[in-house]
C-alpha cells in the first residue's frame, strides 16, 4: 500500500542549480519523512516535517508541507555532484500506530 | 550514532535453500524493520516487529518469515528461496515509544540473488 509518489521520476541538473522534488499522498499524515539513498546503500533519514509544520530547513535542504493538496516538496539548494542519489519520501498515516510508507523515489543526477 | 549492520552486503543462493538475513542494531531500538527494495516498486514492508518476540506482516509477507529472539537482532527467513525473491533487503530500526511514527535508520542492506 504504496502512499507516497514522487515527482518527477528522475531530475539531472548542472552543479550549483537546485533541485526540487515533489511528494503526494492520499490520506491524512501525522508526519513525513524525507529519506536519501545513494546508489546501492542503505537509505538516510534527512528530515521529518509533522502535520502542523508547513515548512523546515536543515542546512541546504527545505521541506514544505501542505496538508490541504496533500503535498510535500524537497528543495536541495546549491546542490553539488555529491548529492546525486535516489530520494524518497515517507509517510506516517494518522489512524493507528502503523509504519512508514514510502514512495518509489526520484533519482537525482548532480553533473559537476 | 546509530548502526544497523546486516550480516552481508551480497549473497548467492540456489532455489529452494533456506536463507538466513540477519540484522543488529545497537541502540536499544523497540522497532525493527524488513523490506525488500526492487527497481520501479520502490521500498516494500515485509515484516516488522515491536518488541522482543512480537512480529507484525508488512505488505508482502509471502514466502518469509522472522524471528525476534533478542532485541537488538531481527531475522528474515526465506523458508525455500525462489527466484523472485531476488532482490535487495534492507533492515531498519527506530526508537521506542509510540514510534512507528519516528525516523528510521538503515542498514547497508543485501544484495540477494537466488539462481
Known amino acids: ?112 | 550514532d546509530v548502526k544497523v549492520t546486516q550480516s552481508s552486503r551480497y549473497l548467492v543462493k540456489r532455489t529452494g535453500e533456506k536463507v538466513f538475513l540477519e540484522c543488529v542494531q545497537d541502540m536499544d531500538h523497540e522497532n525493527m524493520f524488513w523490506y525488500r527494495q526492487d527497481p520501479g516498486l520502490g521500498l516494500r514492508l515485509i515484516y516488522f516487529s515491536y518488541d522482543v518476540k512480537m512480529k507484525e506482516k508488512g505488505d508482502i509477507p509471502e514466502g518469509y518469515s522472522v524471528s525476534r529472539e533478542k532485541k537488538e537482532r531481527f531475522s528474515l527467513i526465506l523458508e525455500s528461496a525462489s527466484t523472485n525473491q531476488t532482490s535487495m533487503y534492507l533492515c531498519a530500526s527506530s526508537p521506542p515509544g509510540l514510534a512507528l511514527s519516528y525516523e528510521q535508520y538503515f542498514g547497508p542492506g543485501t544484495r540477494l540473488t537466488v539462481t
Open chain 1, 1 to 112: 500500500s504504496q502512499q507516497g509518489e514522487e515527482d518527477p521520476q528522475a531530475l539531472s541538473i548542472q552543479e550549483g542549480e537546485n533541485a526540487t522534488m515533489n511528494c503526494s499522498y492520499k490520506t491524512s499524515i501525522n508526519n513525513l519523512q524525507w529519506y536519501r539513498q545513494n546508489s546501492g546503500r542503505g537509505l538516510v533519514h534527512l528530515i521529518l516535517i509533522r502535520s502542523n509544520e508547513r515548512e523546515k530547513h536543515s542546512g541546504r535542504l527545505r521541506v514544505t508541507l501542505d496538508t490541504s493538496k496533500k503535498s510535500s516538496s524537497l528543495l536541495i539548494t546549491a546542490s553539488r555532484a555529491a548529492d546525486t542519489a535516489s530520494y524518497f519520501c515517507a509517510t506516517v498515516s494518522n489512524s493507528g500506530n502503523t509504519p512508514l510508507v514510502f514512495g518509489k523515489g526520484t533519482r537525482l543526477s548532480v553533473i559537476a
